[in-house]
């Protein structure tokens, strides 16, 4: 029986070892110990494999025991081939593979990472002069942004301000208002269609069009000295070394439709152009000169959202020309609902907000984007080549908005009320074309590399037939008033262009006498502006004033009208030509020591910018001419302590022009909250930037990076809420400011992590901005007897910058599995509050809420060419708030919205979540 029970378990023994399971694991790196993400690992004998995954990872687990030969594959790459036993001790495997240099040719070799890649993101962090973040193309790809603006809220230190319907529009860098940056198309400034303001709209750029996006932080010699903030630099996709197309559709549809319809209007009928441009200034306009059709807004169910776009390049003769041609169409629609009020000092001297015009308003927007672009580079040898790039990119909204206003009483009795009911169609037509003409050239046996570019660039911004058709109505003793016209109803043409002519040369010398790689760059910069704008308006009583809804009119049509200015307003504020010329020239040297590298520089630029006006009517300085001089010193040095690590430090000096028409002696009255004066006083500010940051890289995928920030900044410019007659008489405006001397400092962190099928992404940016501004205060004369005087005292106030957000966070949760193909992201966007409009009454700034949003994104691979996805922004509609650090006047608390005893709330404004699913293809 013992013989038999041993024989036994021998014989399970051997079984069980035969059908024993065992795994391997390891790593696949290239030489530069780089993970290759997406290289598949075969056992050659059996049908397991394994897809290394983001941190260079790979596992295959039920292999039985035995001798296989386990094969490595990925694009670009030698296959790699060895024999493994696998049994109970079988070693990690940390496989390096070799570039295949007959595959690939010299040009890839040296990149050493794809265009458009993480890896190559993280490159160009890394090797950069001054501090810089780069977000990739394959970043955007599975993020769930549709525009560069979307795409920048995820940069460290980077938030946005958003347009009417909620979308991202600007950017600001570490808490610096969008005017103290500029934007780049390839490296070179490009004009805006802003009608006022130097600024890009960066919703304007479809992002499937860019290459990668880079964030300076800190400018060199080399750049333009006019960035306080940094620059955002759009690198458009070049062509790729093989043939390539990528190509997207998706539909899409906003939760605000869900819950009402979609304002719409007939565009058909608008007219372009106004009377006074058709048939000349001296014409005497009539109402039959002026269509009503396209002012009727009818209620209807808007169409799904519409995305598509493509992508497509090659490279010829022996891959010496090289061609990429991308089209981008965006359709959607967007709704906003709104409440809002107007507010001012109390004028019996509480020193709190007082309310005033509260309004209810629904807008609905139909965006249309257009993005063509092509860029042509010809190779003719590894020494000299050059480009052409060609753009153009359109944005048009068409905007419908009804809105009810009451001036109501502060008991809040709606049995005696008097409501505005108010309808306005807005039409605004905005585009950017540039040519950008670029050469390379490496001379004398690359002593001296030399690089050129040549830009024509004209952004265009038109806004025609621009209406509101207001009435009025209410209650009387709880009986309601019969809608009657109210008087001056506006219809406004506004368009100008914004032209630029600018010529870039840099040159650099490479001794041969230094043992490491060090050089001397010189160059220069010319720019020719040009900037012309016209604006018309004409105001129309209705005629009879007595015009009752129901019985004499329905809509806009019926009613009969009389033309107050026939002729129109030619001699406004708004028509004037601007003009700016800089010459700009500097000098840099980089020495490059053991692990130092060091680079010290200045740059001068000369600045010519006024304007002239083509009226003299509501001018009082009708020509104004700024010239001056600014010497802007740079240092930088960097620190290498390993392969991975960078310590670096820099400062430099930036100024900031002012606006094309803040410099114009004039108001330009708006339809919204607040008319806009310009200040022909308004000086340039200065600003002095010093930067620190260390650098972990410990392979192309991941990075640590922790840096700090300073700046002293000598007249900011800020706009402010002031009364032009008096500080308690005239209308209120917002006119552009030198406000003293500000700070602002702050620290960053950035981080992203991989863990084989898991990622992490994140960054966090606390910014500190002070500046002391001179405030008023509304008080008795004397305190204790409240039937004293009313005066208004002066006093000083400290306060953060206007738009500075004391935190700004992102977090992204990604899954990738590559084997199966399959990408999951969730994203968060945090902006912490922030003024938005500065009052000369003290303690009665705007400040915004703090912002979270939510987005979603799902991608599905199906083969080797397809994917489909689905993405979901603004997931927790998070509303746009805006108040008052004050308590309102205790009897307004029944007001609505007016929630909390500490704070005024000024405007609530919901955006509602979008969906989108869609399909890519791609060869």
């Known amino acids: 029986m013992k013989t038999f029970l041993t024989t036994i378990l021998i014989i399970f023994i051997s079984f069980t070892k035969t059908f024993a399971f065992e795994s391997?694991?390891?790593?696949?790196?290239?030489?530069?110990?780089?993970?290759?993400?997406?290289?598949?690992?075969?056992?050659?004998?059996?049908?397991?494999?394994?897809?290394v995954g983001l941190d260079g990872t790979f596992s295959i687990s039920k292999i039985p025991e035995g001798t296989y030969t386990v094969e490595v594959e990925y694009v670009g790459f030698k296959k790699h081939t060895q024999e493994l036993e696998v049994n109970g001790s079988t070693p990690e495997l940390n496989i390096v593979m070799e570039f295949d240099t007959e595959m690939l040719g010299e040009v890839i070799i040296q990149s050493k990472a794809p265009k458009g890649s993480d890896a190559q993101a993280r490159m160009?962090?890394?090797?950069?002069?001054?501090?810089?973040?780069?977000?990739?193309?394959?970043?955007?790809?599975?993020?769930?942004?549709?525009?560069?603006?979307?795409?920048?809220?995820?940069?460290?230190?980077?938030?946005?301000?958003?347009?009417?319907?909620?979308?991202?529009?600007?950017?600001?860098?570490?808490?610096?208002?969008?005017?103290?940056?500029?934007?780049?198309?390839?490296?070179?400034?490009?004009?805006?269609?802003?009608?006022?303001?130097?600024?890009?709209?960066?919703?304007?750029?479809?992002?499937?069009?860019?290459?990668?996006?880079?964030v300076a932080k800190s400018l060199t010699a080399e750049m333009e000295g006019d960035a306080m903030g940094g620059s955002v630099d759009l690198v458009m996709k070049s062509a790729p070394e093989q043939f390539e197309v990528n190509a997207d559709f998706q539909v899409g549809y906003n939760a605000i439709h869900f819950n009402r319809d979609f304002y719409s209007y007939d565009r058909s009928a608008e007219q372009r152009l106004s009377p006074a441009e058709r048939f000349g200034s001296s014409y005497e306009a009539t109402p039959a000169d002026f269509s009503t059709d396209n002012l009727i807004v009818r209620e209807i169910t808007p169409l799904p959202d519409i995305f598509g776009g493509m992508t497509i390049g090659d490279r010829f003769f022996d891959g010496k020309l090289g061609v990429m041609f991308g089209a981008s169409v965006q359709n959607s629609y967007r709704g906003a609902d709104r409440d809002w009020y107007k507010?001012?000092?109390?004028?019996?001297?509480?020193?709190?907000?007082?309310?005033?015009?509260?309004?209810?308003?629904?807008?609905?927007?139909?965006?249309?984007?257009?993005?063509?672009?092509?860029?042509?580079?010809?190779?003719?040898?590894?020494?000299?080549?050059?480009?052409?790039?060609?753009?153009?990119?359109?944005?048009?909204?068409?905007?419908?908005?009804?809105?009810?206003?009451?001036?109501?009483?502060?008991?809040?009795?709606?049995?005696?009320?008097?409501?505005?009911?108010?309808?306005?169609?807005?039409?605004?037509?905005?585009?950017?074309?540039?040519?950008?003409?670029?050469?390379?050239?490496?001379?004398?046996d690359d002593a001296i590399n030399l690089d050129w570019?040549?830009?024509?660039?004209?952004?265009?911004?038109?806004?025609?037939?621009?209406?509101?058709?207001?009435?009025?109505?209410?209650?009387?003793?709880?009986?309601?008033?019969?809608?009657?016209?109210?008087?001056?109803?506006?219809?406004?043409?506004?368009?100008?262009?914004?032209?630029?002519?600018?010529?870039?040369?840099?040159?650099?010398?490479?001794?041969?006498?230094?043992?490491?790689?060090?050089?001397?760059?010189?160059?220069?910069?010319?720019?020719?502006?040009?900037?012309?704008?016209?604006?018309?308006?004409?105001?129309?009583?209705?005629?009879?004033?007595?015009?009752?809804?129901?019985?004499?009119?329905?809509?806009?049509?019926?009613?009969?009208?009389?033309?107050?200015?026939?002729?129109?307003?030619?001699?406004?504020?708004?028509?004037?030509?601007?003009?700016?010329?800089?010459?700009?020239?500097?000098?840099?040297?980089?020495?490059?020591?053991?692990?130092?590298?060091?680079?010290?520089?200045?740059?001068?630029?000369?600045?010519?910018?006024?304007?002239?006006?083509?009226?003299?009517?509501?001018?009082?300085?009708?020509?104004?001419?700024?010239?001056?001089?600014?010497?802007?010193?740079?240092?930088?040095?960097?620190?290498?302590?390993?392969?991975?690590?960078?310590?670096?430090?820099?400062?430099?000096?930036?100024?900031?022009?002012?606006?094309?028409?803040?410099?114009?002696?004039?108001?330009?009255?708006e339809d919204d909250e607040f008319d806009f004066r310009g200040n022909p006083d308004l000086q340039r500010a200065i600003a002095d930037n010093f930067d620190f940051r260390y650098e972990y890289f410990p392979n192309t995928n991941e990075q640590f990076l922790l840096g700090a920030f300073y700046k002293k900044i000598e007249d900011p410019i800020e706009l402010l809420l002031i009364r032009q007659t008096s500080l308690t008489t005239g209308p209120r405006n917002l006119t552009p400011t030198n406000s003293g001397t500000a700070t602002n400092w702050g620290i960053e962190m950035d981080f992203s992590k991989f863990f084989n099928k898991i990622g992490i992404r994140g960054n966090y940016t606390y910014t500190n901005s002070s500046l002391t501004t001179q405030k008023a205060e509304r008080v008795r004369e004397n305190p204790d007897d409240p039937s004293s005087q009313l005066i208004i005292n002066e006093v000083t106030q400290n306060r953060p910058l206007q738009g500075q957000a004391d935190h700004i966070g992102n977090l992204s949760l990604l899954y990738k599995d590559l084997k199966s193909k399959t990408d999951v992201q969730l994203s968060a966007v945090y902006t912490g509050e922030r003024i938005e409009i500065v009052s000369p009454w003290l303690d009665l700034d705007i400040w915004s809420r703090p912002f979270l949003q939510l987005d979603f994104s799902f991608e599905q691979g199906i083969g080797d060419q397809w994917t489909v996805f689905f993405k979901a922004n603004n997931i927790l509609n998070t509303p746009n708030e805006l108040f008052v650090k004050s308590p309102r006047k205790t009897e307004e608390l029944n007001f609505p919205m007016q929630d909390s005893p500490n704070e005024t709330i000024v405007q609530r404004e919901f955006f509602w979540q979008s969906f989108r699913l869609g399909v890519r293809f791609k060869i």
């Open 24 to 51: 391997i694991k390891g790593t696949v790196l290239d030489d530069n110990n780089e993970p290759l993400v997406g290289a598949t690992v075969q056992l050659l004998e059996t049908e397991l494999y394994a897809i």
């Open 124 to 214: 160009r962090e890394k090797n950069a002069q001054n501090t810089v973040n780069v977000v990739s193309a394959k970043s955007i790809e599975l993020s769930p942004d549709i525009t560069v603006a979307n795409v920048i809220q995820r940069v460290s230190g980077m938030s946005i301000e958003r347009n009417a319907s909620g979308d991202a529009q600007y950017a600001i860098v570490r808490g610096m208002d969008k005017r103290y940056n500029y934007t780049l198309v390839n490296g070179v400034k490009i004009p805006s269609p802003d009608n006022r303001n130097r600024y890009v709209p960066l919703d304007i750029f479809p992002a499937q069009m860019l290459e990668r996006l880079e």
């Open 343 to 444: 507010i001012d000092a109390d004028p019996l001297g509480s020193g709190r907000p007082a309310l005033g015009t509260y309004q209810e308003r629904e807008t609905s927007i139909q965006q249309f984007r257009l993005g063509l672009h092509t860029k042509v580079d010809y190779r003719f040898n590894e020494d000299n080549d050059i480009n052409l790039y060609l753009g153009h990119f359109t944005l048009n909204d068409f905007e419908a908005r009804e809105s009810i206003s009451s001036d109501r009483d502060i008991s809040g009795d709606v049995q005696n009320a008097t409501f505005l009911f108010q309808t306005r169609v807005r039409s605004t037509y905005s585009n950017i074309k540039n040519a950008t003409l670029q050469g390379n050239h490496n001379l004398f």
């Open 453 to 669: 570019s040549a830009l024509v660039s004209r952004a265009e911004f038109d806004r025609p037939d621009n209406a509101i058709f207001q009435r009025n109505g209410g209650f009387v003793n709880g009986v309601p008033m019969v809608p009657n016209i109210e008087r001056r109803n506006p219809r406004r043409w506004e368009k100008h262009f914004d032209q630029d002519f600018t010529l870039h040369l840099n040159v650099q010398y490479n001794p041969d006498f230094f043992p490491t790689e060090s050089y001397v760059k010189v160059g220069g910069m010319f720019r020719d502006k040009e900037r012309g704008t016209l604006f018309n308006r004409y105001r129309f009583d209705p005629n009879p004033p007595i015009q009752n809804q129901g019985e004499d009119w329905d809509d806009f049509s019926d009613v009969q009208w009389e033309l107050l200015n026939p002729r129109g307003t030619l001699s406004h504020a708004l028509n004037y030509d601007a003009f700016e010329q800089i010459m700009a020239y500097y000098a840099t040297a980089h020495l490059e020591l053991g692990k130092f590298e060091f680079n010290a520089g200045f740059r001068v630029e000369d600045t010519d910018q006024g304007y002239v006006s083509r009226t003299t009517n509501q001018f009082e300085i009708p020509e104004v001419r700024q010239q001056y001089t600014d010497f802007l010193p740079n240092l930088s040095f960097k620190y290498k302590p390993n392969e991975v690590t960078n310590v670096r430090g820099s400062y430099y000096k930036a100024i900031n022009r002012p606006g094309y028409f803040e410099i114009v002696d004039g108001v330009s009255d």
